[in-house]
């Protein structure tokens, strides 16, 4: 009789360990927001989903959104970093010390860059921005601080009608023959000019007269702006007539061509004649005329 009260009391400690156990589970179950069978059908719907993103078919078996097969959404915490959502974004990549300026813009199809120096003008960089406007094309305008602080208004318009401003110095002076100290103040006055009245900085530089050397390309640089020259000089500055400005541009058109012109340091009626009729005439021949672009950005 002792015997069997033993079994008898081994089985009722044994039957409330189990129970003990089971409630401990399920309360860690409770815990964690899941349970064994939803372990398992979570890691069934995971698979499910991933072979319909790879093959782009549904499955054989249930349905997206079917009972049964709905995945539980993961832990926050697992799945984020402690730090943030994710590495810090790069920043802008710094703009290379060039060994020469750019010559030509490369591109897709028959493109061409229309540039004009010296300004903004009062008289004759209204007309150019008016026959720009007419036929939708956007131009580059280089200006010279000392005339682009006394024409805000026109860095404005520019703004406000897409064409790109750049810097050519603030007085036009050769800078081949100026100290570096020099050449950095020609070049950061201008650049504070435009930024305040364009709305930007300018991101492309254009030496006056051509004539670059080393402190020109590591200043350029180091103020984030790239050196442009030019494919084709209409040299209208020299006033040879309005039919020649004409022929130049359109023998000189090619994919990739920069144009050199001016809309200021002189009588530029010539330059506004010219534009009139061969920016139309390059349209009508498939030509996109567009601003450059920095590639490495």
Same mark, same amino acid.
């Given at each position: 009789?002792?015997k069997?009260?033993?079994?008898?009391?081994?089985?009722?400690?044994l039957?409330?360990a189990a129970a003990?156990g089971?409630?401990g589970t399920a309360?860690t179950?409770?815990?964690?927001g899941?349970?064994?069978?939803?372990s398992?059908?979570?890691?069934?719907?995971?698979?499910?989903?991933?072979?319909?993103s790879?093959d782009?078919?549904?499955?054989?078996?249930?349905?997206a959104g079917?009972?049964g097969?709905?995945a539980l959404?993961?832990s926050a915490y697992?799945?984020?970093?402690l730090?943030?959502?994710?590495?810090p974004?790069? %920043?802008p990549p710094r703009?290379?010390?060039?060994h020469?300026? $750019?010559?030509d813009?490369?591109?897709?199809?028959?493109t061409?860059?229309?540039?004009?120096?010296d300004g903004p003008h009062?008289?004759?960089?209204?007309q150019?921005l008016?026959?720009?406007?007419?036929?939708?094309?956007r131009?580059t305008?280089?200006v010279?601080?000392?005339?682009?602080?006394?024409y805000?208004d026109? $860095?404005a318009?520019?703004a406000?009608?897409?064409?790109?401003v750049?810097n050519?110095?603030?007085s036009?002076p050769?800078?081949?023959?100026?100290?570096?100290?020099?050449?950095?103040?020609?070049?950061?006055?201008?650049s504070k000019v435009?930024?305040?009245?364009?709305?930007e900085?300018?991101l492309w530089f254009?030496?006056?007269?051509?004539?670059?050397n080393?402190?020109?390309?590591r200043? %350029?640089s180091?103020?984030?702006m790239e050196? $442009?020259a030019w494919?084709v000089?209409t040299?209208?500055?020299?006033?040879p007539?309005?039919d020649?400005?004409v022929?130049r541009?359109e023998e000189?058109?090619?994919?990739?061509?920069v144009v050199?012109?001016h809309?200021a340091?002189g009588?530029?009626?010539?330059?506004?004649r010219?534009?009139r009729r061969?920016?139309?005439?390059?349209?009508?021949?498939?030509?996109?005329?567009?601003?450059?672009?920095?590639?490495?950005?």
């Open positions: 009789m002792k069997d009260q033993l079994l008898t009391r081994r089985r009722v400690l039957a409330g003990l089971a409630a309360g179950a409770a815990l964690l899941t349970d064994a069978g939803d398992r059908d979570d890691g069934e719907a995971r698979t499910a989903g991933a072979g319909a790879t782009g078919r549904h499955g054989s078996g249930t349905s079917a009972p097969s709905r959404a993961p697992r799945l984020r970093p730090t943030g959502d994710g590495a974004p790069a %920043g703009t290379p010390v060039r020469e300026p $750019l010559l813009m490369a591109g897709h199809g028959r061409m860059v229309l540039t004009f120096d009062p008289r004759y960089t209204p150019i008016d026959t720009l406007r007419e036929y939708d094309v131009a305008f280089f010279c601080g000392e005339m682009a602080v006394e805000k026109l $860095l318009r520019m406000d009608e897409g064409h790109l750049g050519h110095t603030w036009h050769l800078l081949t023959r100026m100290s570096r100290a020099g050449i950095r103040s020609e070049m950061t006055r201008t435009i930024r305040n009245a364009y709305g900085r300018p254009r030496a006056p007269y051509g004539a670059w080393r402190a020109t390309f200043l %350029g180091d103020m984030g050196p $442009l494919t000089d040299r209208d500055w020299t006033t007539g309005t020649v400005i022929d541009v000189g058109a090619a994919a990739g061509v050199l012109s809309d340091g009588n530029r009626s010539q330059s506004v010219a534009l061969y920016l139309p005439r390059l349209l009508d021949s498939g030509y996109h005329l567009t601003l450059p672009r920095r590639e490495f950005t």
